[in-house]
């Protein structure tokens, strides 16, 4: 069965479109390829709970602003819901949280670690020794991450780029907030929502599911064009994402095949097994393609880079595509079929091990490359 989209368009900045009686859609611009997120409105007996916020940026700010007269009907917003941490989610969730004075609800771990790069800076730890052994050890040739930590300085001090500053340093962001936690129960209007929670593309990413609707507000979790980010970050050089990643699939293959699912980028579909059964095979056949790669020669992450994305990447999407890449080679040393070894020049080379790949193999037969690594 194919995905289908009830929607041909996303609704217009500035304006709602209701998808069931309480549950409203609205987008906020995004700059980049993407060119938007996706928000949703919910809708209780006196006031709305926002689920995400758009970027922290003036223009989203403004966009708001006509939301809250024209979209609200004189309530009042009561709780913001913020899907997982990333700077397209969080952007304004200090703003509306200090406008109606109410609360912000995330799980505990996006809470934290959205607040620590509210203070710390998105890429500020490039830099660090650890940043430095870290891309080093993935392949990453040293002039480059000097180039990359100037990138990063401009960035920060750039003070006419409203949307680059505020992917690096969120806005005000609450300084409290209510916990989230897997399987708690929202009760809003005349609906419930369990709160059903993923791993991989941030640490303890919430999805919103109403079962009485058969609506899931699915964030970044489940998208139904584009592949979310999955990477090993210098924050946790030893992480393993994509096993999450791919046991929230799995987990997620338990809810029920007619749901709409609303996700944060591209349109509201049906078809949610399907999808998850496709990334599922494309991330397994990523893997496939990263074990023939390693045969005649041990590998770096870097020179994986080809085997995953076909295009000439910028700095920053390599950086990206570099993290994914060993996001890939994590989840198969955990598996046992590569083995990664530190050479004398400081670089972390793989290996197949597994001596049933010759089997398995299918040279050839792979998925084209992606284009570009995702920023969401
Ligand atoms: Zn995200």
Redesign the pocket.
């Given at each position: 069965m194919a995905l289908e989209y009830p929607y041909q368009d996303h609704p217009p900045a500035g304006t709602t479109v209701e998808v069931v009686p309480g549950v409203r859609w609205l987008t906020m611009p995004l700059g980049g390829s993407l060119t938007h997120i996706n928000l949703y409105l919910l809708e209780d007996h006196d006031g709305f709970y926002v689920v995400d916020t758009g970027l922290g940026n003036p223009e989203t700010a403004e966009l708001w602003d006509e939301i809250f007269e024209n979209e609200l009907g004189g309530k009042p917003v009561k709780g913001v819901i913020c899907?997982?941490?990333?700077p397209?989610?969080i952007g304004q969730a200090g703003m509306i949280c200090d406008k109606f004075r109410c609360p912000l609800y995330m799980t505990r771990a996006e809470y934290y670690q959205a607040k620590s790069f509210s203070s710390m800076g998105f890429g500020s730890h490039h830099s660090s020794w650890l940043g430095e052994q870290f891309y080093h050890r993935y392949g990453m040739p040293s002039d480059f991450m000097e180039k990359m930590a100037a990138m990063w300085q401009a960035r920060v001090s750039s003070k006419d780029n409203a949307a680059a500053q505020a992917m690096v340093m969120p806005t005000a962001f609450p300084s409290g907030y209510r916990r989230l936690e897997d399987g708690d129960l929202l009760t809003i209007g005349d609906h419930d929502w369990v709160v059903e929670v993923g791993s991989g593309?941030?640490p303890e990413?919430a999805c919103l599911h109403c079962h009485s609707l058969g609506i899931m507000i699915s964030?970044?979790q489940i998208l139904p064009v584009i592949t979310?980010?999955v990477s090993v970050h210098v924050t946790e050089p030893e992480a393993n994402p994509l096993k999450v990643w791919m046991e929230s699939h799995d987990k997620f293959l338990r809810t029920p095949e007619r749901t709409l699912v609303l996700p944060?980028h591209n349109l509201p579909f049906h078809g949610i097994r399907e999808r998850l059964r496709d990334l599922i095979a494309h991330h397994e056949d990523r893997m496939l393609a990263i074990e023939e790669s390693c045969v005649e020669e041990p590998r770096t992450a870097l020179d994986l880079l080809p085997v995953l994305f076909k295009r000439d990447l910028d700095p920053r999407q390599k950086m990206m595509a570099l993290g994914e890449a060993i996001a890939h080679c994590h989840l198969l040393m955990h598996r046992n079929r590569i083995e990664r070894r530190l050479d004398e020049d400081g670089r972390y080379r793989f290996v197949s091990v597994d001596p049933d790949l010759a089997r398995r193999a299918h040279p050839g037969q792979h998925d084209a490359p992606d284009d570009q690594p995702m920023?969401?």
């Open positions: 899907t997982h941490m990333h397209d989610h593309h941030s990413h964030g970044d979310s980010n944060a920023v969401v």
